[in-house]
């Protein structure tokens, strides 16, 4: 093949490959979210990866090219398609299709990769998955409440201790009843939000100039403010570093007062629960989907600090969130229905527990390798191979065409623990050899010459072929 016409071997920008140890690590870390998801009686559900793209209904500039944050294609009818960027739109499709089949409040999870075309940077992916539970169907704040309980209890599952992480709850109804209690116009609204969404990273000062004139950020860019008196951005901060529900923040707004009558109806089932403020509490400062969600919103928040592998400090901070959004089934139905939920960041939650030493690692072990000696003889090889996984040990025959310093190279950098060997001088005695690949590399690091390492056969045993099983297991063991 011409050499400029090879395709460079290159993983797509915003996308990556997964090493096996961390696909069977966040295996385990599903698991235990699925069986804490399971005994709040939520039931799994799937939907595809694919969807008509006016049915997920967001990032759509124009009607010829729906491009922007998703990726999106036409079909042979010239139907536009897109993959999902999240697992709740599909949601809300699924349940106004089959509203007369399921039942109300319809309580689902699930899980699966999830695509943003959006551009990538540090940790930021095109691809990524997500883990969801949502009650359709109830407009009753115990359904908040039972996701922020649910989501506190996941984060115990999964070894994380009081003080570790936090669940955190507001309510949109809360800070528009702000907004119109201290006369805060639509047209600087959302720069208010977004001012407040700062606070954990600016700080009162850093917030309080966004909320002013503006502020220039170390760069030197400068970014316009809000242009807020100084009455409301006294009563901003004081409002977004509140730690306890106060109704002088909302009076005489409709919407705050029913925001403030639901969060304080989730405190009461929290009290009742014997959920404290050390795994979940009110913060007003909690903004989320400026433009999605409808009623209280939460965040759940890691606080422990942990070390990466050049030894630097991470604080990881949210590994997952959710709210309120009763407007997404009805761009389907037409008609108002109330939904809650909670999204996990798979990959992140994973990092973190990784980096706080609680993932739940892979003990799996590489298989153990039987080498062909005589390629006459891969039917001896291959039911030693059967014998070991029928004993419950994972094992392969060698594949390849190559010869014995071949072989074990591949056994190394499988991470393979033993190797079997039989040539035809242990066939004829009924014996075979079985290797110790660990013991003989810590074996070996202590040995100063060539001729020390060749005058021994390190950590290799013989044993009769019918004890080989018997005799795996036990070295495994060791």
């Given amino acids: 093949m011409n050499k400029d016409l090879r395709p460079k071997a290159r993983v797509a920008k915003g996308f990556r490959d997964i090493s096996a140890d961390e696909i069977r690590g966040t295996r385990r870390m599903l ?5 804490v998801y399971e005994a709040y009686g ?12 006016d049915a997920l209904g967001k990032f759509l500039p124009d009607q ?18 897109s993959l999902r960027y999240d697992l709740t739109a599909p949601l809300a499709r699924f349940v106004a299709e089959n509203s007369q089949k399921i039942p109300t409040p319809y309580r689902s999870y699930r899980q699966g990769w999830v695509f943003r075309n959006e551009k990538p940077g540090p940790g930021r992916f095109r691809q990524f998955m997500q883990f969801d539970a949502d009650t359709v169907g109830s407009a009753s704040p115990v359904a908040d409440a039972e996701v922020c309980m649910m989501a506190a209890d996941t984060m115990e599952a999964l070894g994380l201790k009081r003080g570790q992480y936090v669940m955190k709850f507001n309510s949109r109804k809360l800070l528009d009843g702000f907004t119109e209690t201290f006369a805060i116009g639509e047209e600087v609204k959302l720069t208010w939000l977004r001012a407040l969404d700062k606070l954990d990273r ?6 309080a100039l966004l909320l002013g004139a503006g502020r220039k950020d170390e760069s030197g860019d400068f970014t316009k403010g809000a242009g807020l008196s100084d009455k409301q951005i006294e009563a901003s901060l004081n409002f977004a570093t509140a730690t306890t529900l106060d109704a002088a923040f909302v009076s005489g707004s409709k919407n705050g007062e029913e925001g403030l009558r639901d969060l304080e109806a989730m405190q009461a089932l929290f009290t009742a629960a014997g959920c404290g403020a050390d795994r979940i509490r009110y913060d007003s400062s909690i903004v989320r989907g400026l433009e999605y969600y409808t009623g209280p919103v939460f965040e759940c928040e890691l606080l422990m600090e942990t070390k990466d592998e050049d030894g630097r400090t991470v604080r990881f901070g949210s590994v997952g969130g959710g709210g309120r959004y009763d407007d997404l089934v009805a761009r389907f139905t037409g008609q108002q229905v109330p939904a809650t939920g909670f999204s996990i960041g798979v990959s992140r939650l994973y990092s973190a527990l990784k980096l706080a030493g609680l993932a739940q690692e892979s ?21 030693m191979v059967q014998q070991l996984r029928v004993g419950g040990v994972r094992a392969e025959m060698y594949a390849g065409t190559a010869g014995m310093k071949a072989q074990m190279k591949y056994a190394d950098k499988r991470g393979s623990p033993l190797v079997v060997i039989q040539g035809g001088d242990e066939k004829a005695s009924g014996q075979v050899q079985i290797k110790d690949l660990r013991l003989g590399s810590e074996l070996a690091s202590n040995i100063a010459s060539r001729e020390e390492y060749a005058s021994q056969r ?3 045993f013989s044993v009769p072929e019918a004890e080989l099983v018997a005799a795996v297991k036990k070295a495994l063991a060791e």
Avoid: C, H
């Avoid at 698991?31 to 069986?35: G, M």
């Avoid at 799996?364 to 080498?371: F, H, R």
């Fill in 42 to 53: 939520f039931e799994p559900v799937e939907q595809p990866f694919i969807e008509y793209t």
């Fill in 64 to 81: 010829d090219r729906p491009n922007a944050g998703v990726f999106s294609f036409q079909d042979d009818d010239e139907q536009w398609l």
């Fill in 202 to 207: 600016l700080g009162r000062e850093g917030v």
């Fill in 363 to 383: 003990s799996t072990l590489a298989p153990v390798v039987v080498l062909v000696m005589d390629k006459d003889r891969q039917g001896d090889y291959w039911r």
């Fill in 31 to 35: 698991a235990t979210i699925q069986q």
């Fill in 458 to 460: 390190l950590a290799q």
